[in-house]
């Protein structure tokens, strides 16, 4: 049973820079799409990017400019850096697992099919 | 990118059946079939309970069911229970190799 564990700083200063862990268990870490998701307070889900194993990322344009995401295939981890925070990136972010794949003739998105516990993180001086 | 249109909220009583809609553009609902619907109970991460439009993860229950017409793509639950109520979203892949949320739907059992 695949699981993904979190962590990082959960208070941080304006202008500081957001750092979140996410570890893999139980399961292979190639052939997979590991996504980080954030929800602010009382706000819906947003989705901030993702990487492969070999590297390969996509972001949201909103926030590409701040927004790095890395991985350590050694570790069966990746991790999510977001700088210059202000109050608006205050919310709880979730790291998930996707999968794409080829099957019956056609190309298939899975879904976020696995799911992180969630770290708050919260952005005051 | 704006966020995919849901309603707000949506409610219905034991046993009956419920839709809830996700309105997007040709350049993500409409343009591929890549769009995932989400449960999200309070506190808790949320769950995968459809895939690629109407598919169904192993363990959902088949009182869950999607399907799309044009730009909007739809999450319909059968057979209301009181354990279905929670936020739901939808996602869609986007012709910018992102992927998109819906604001989310309450939905109350009554």
């Known amino acids: 049973q695949v699981q993904l564990q979190q962590w990082g700083a959960g208070l941080l200063k304006p202008s500081e820079t957001l750092s979140l862990t996410c570890a893999v268990y139980g399961g292979s870490f190639s052939g997979y799409y590991w996504s980080w998701i954030r929800q602010p307070p009382g706000k819906g889900l947003e989705w901030i990017g993702e990487i492969n194993h070999s590297g390969s990322t996509n972001y949201i344009p909103s926030l590409k400019s701040r927004v790095t995401i890395s991985v350590d295939t050694s570790k069966n981890q990746f991790f999510l850096w977001v700088n210059s925070v202000t109050a608006a990136d205050t919310a709880v972010y979730y790291c998930?697992?996707?999968?794409?794949?080829?099957?019956?003739?056609?190309?298939?998105?899975?879904?976020?099919?696995?799911w992180g516990q969630g770290t708050t993180v919260t952005v005051s001086s | 990118q704006s966020a995919l249109t849901q309603p707000a909220s949506v409610s219905g009583s034991p046993g009956q059946s419920i839709t809830i809609s996700c309105t997007g553009t040709?350049?993500?609902?409409?343009?591929?079939?890549?769009v995932s619907w989400y449960q999200q109970h309070p506190g808790k991460a949320p769950k995968l309970m459809i895939y690629d439009v109407s598919n169904r993860p192993s363990g959902v229950s088949n009182r869950f069911s999607g399907s799309k017409s044009g730009n909007t793509a739809s999450l319909t639950i059968s057979g209301l229970q009181a354990e279905d109520e929670a936020d739901y979203y939808c996602?869609?892949?986007?012709?910018?190799?992102?992927?998109?949320f819906g604001g989310g739907t309450k939905l109350t059992v009554l």
């Open positions: 040709s350049s993500d609902v409409g343009g591929y079939n890549y």
């Open positions: 998930a697992r996707a999968s794409w794949g080829a099957a019956d003739g056609a190309y298939h998105y899975y879904g976020m099919d696995v």
């Open positions: 996602s869609s892949y986007t012709s910018s190799s992102t992927l998109l």
